[in-house]
């Protein structure tokens, strides 16, 4: 079984920056996209970002300019880097990839734990 497995957030004073990562716990065939998402307290989980295995970039509006997805395809691991952190920026943020684990299979999707970011001065 793939996990996703997390690292980074944490507390920060706003215009602040904090960056995550995400690794895919074992070697794969292939990691089709993968992405950012977050929920708030009583709010729905929604999409931050993502990156394609062609490397193309899909931003929610409300971060764009202040945060950048990349992906390390040898590494199987997806980076976030958040600047110009705002309060409500604060979620839960969790990591998400469509991953093939072999040629054979169809591609399933997969969530990380989640890992807080509180922006709070």
């Known amino acids: 079984q793939v996990q996703l497995v997390e690292s980074g957030g944490g507390l920060v004073q706003p215009g602040g920056s904090l960056g995550l990562s995400c690794a895919a716990s074992r070697s794969i065939f292939s990691i089709l996209v993968m992405g950012w998402y977050r929920q708030a307290p009583g709010k729905e989980r929604e999409l931050v970002a993502n990156i394609t295995i062609n490397d193309n970039t899909n931003y929610a509006e409300s971060v764009k300019g202040r945060f950048t997805i990349s992906r390390d395809n040898a590494k199987n691991t997806v980076y976030l880097q958040m600047n110009s952190l705002k309060p409500e920026d604060t979620a839960v943020y969790y990591c998400?990839?469509?991953?093939?684990?072999?040629?054979?299979?169809?591609?399933?999707?997969?969530w990380g734990q989640g890992t807080q970011v509180t922006v709070s001065s």
């Open positions: 998400n990839a469509v991953i093939q684990t072999t040629r054979w299979r169809a591609p399933s999707n997969y």
